[in-house]
């Protein structure tokens, strides 16, 4: 069997955004599904909007996503000879022709058709004139004029399309350079490619694509178009809808493993599976499960992804993704082992890396601040005997675990004859500023013996304060 050679071409006008990551997974997850290879080509045949830092936002994103590609990445910009080698080709053929038309009249004579009503279409001027090359002058490819170009989509289904409705395509510019329906043939049959699945806003650039592999004689690829992506109003996912670049979802504090599970789900299914490893993405994939309309992104499925890839995700392989969201919050440093021991306590609660990061404030901070309603509800004068108890007992211990505490706690509340739960918040706002927090024991159990004593020390003043006020 022929090996499956998959590609994903952006061009890198912009960072990539969740659609195109889409149509990259499709393409990779296809090649490893069927033991073949996914190549990464760039598109910058467009010189004015194609850029370095697109290049590498790319790449970083890919490899963020481990979107591993086992050829390129290629750059159409380093082709361009293969390009014209192809066109002369398709010259020599009687498939091409140049043209002379000065692109001033071409806008001319395209406004009157408009205003005429008719559809405005290169009007084969230059069809027949036999011209060379020349300054100034393009290569067109000579569409046939009559008969149907059928596009057999394996997602979409059979696609056809009027001949006549085609234009005489601009495959050279007069710079010399390809253009795009051009260079992408051209690159996929040099490249060997056998499956393109793309996104169906190329639905209609195909036609023309499958006349030049005709003309070529080159075998066609399967052509697969994905339907686009919407936001949840049903209308096609962009900026107003939030974030829409990859790298934006990892700065939100995303793992790539929910992004990535997220994308698989926008268009594709295997049963009412909603959540794959990669190993299940690669495994089950197929292009007879893609949907064939429309997908929408919801950042609540997104954010619940999330919050499961955080919680089963080892404590210590947490530490170095949440590392930068720490130092963004100008945190002391800390032991890895010490920032683990906090991400165990936050792991159930926190849907995002952000949200870890803001509720470690108190694990990180020499000094919290507390909560002025807090204070005033939890810091009050009955408080401050069974603190103080508590306190002297604490400070006696060599061992600072649950196991050495819970007893003491038990003992020092029935000799008050109060409930444990009534020393709960005032302790937890001590601790940690705030009402809301992991368990008190977990708390504990990292913050170590030091720390926890200062804090109800100063959490004991606050008592003792309001007394007086
Ligand atoms: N460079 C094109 C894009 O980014 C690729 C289209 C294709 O897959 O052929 O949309």
Redesign the pocket.
Known sequence: METVIT?????PTGDLHIG?AR?ALFNWLFAQNRGGKFVLRI?DTDLERSTEKSVKAILDAMEWLELTFDEGPYFQTKRLDIYREYANKLHASGHAYWCECPPEELEQKRKTAMTEGRKPKYDGTCRHKGLGPGPNRVLRFRSPDTGTTVLKDIVKGPIAFDNAELDDLVIIKSDGVAT?NFA?VID?ITMNITH????D??VN?TPR?IQIYRALGAKLPEFGHVPMIHGEDRAPLSKRHGATSVMEYRNLGFLPEALLNCLVRLGWSHGDQEIFSRSEMIEHFTIENIGTSPSVFSMEKLLWLNAHYIKAKPAEDIVPLLRPFLAARGYPEKPDAYIAGAVRTLQARSRTLVEMADAMRFYMVDEVAIDPTAAQKFLVPEMSAPFERLLSEFEKLNVFSEATLEPIFRTVMADLNMKLGKIAQPLRVSLTGSTVSPGIFEIIDVLGKETVLKRMRKGLERMKQGAQA
């Open positions: 590609r994903f071409p952006p061009s195109g149509t598109e795009y992408v996929d393109v699945i793309r996104g806003d190329h650039n694509q």
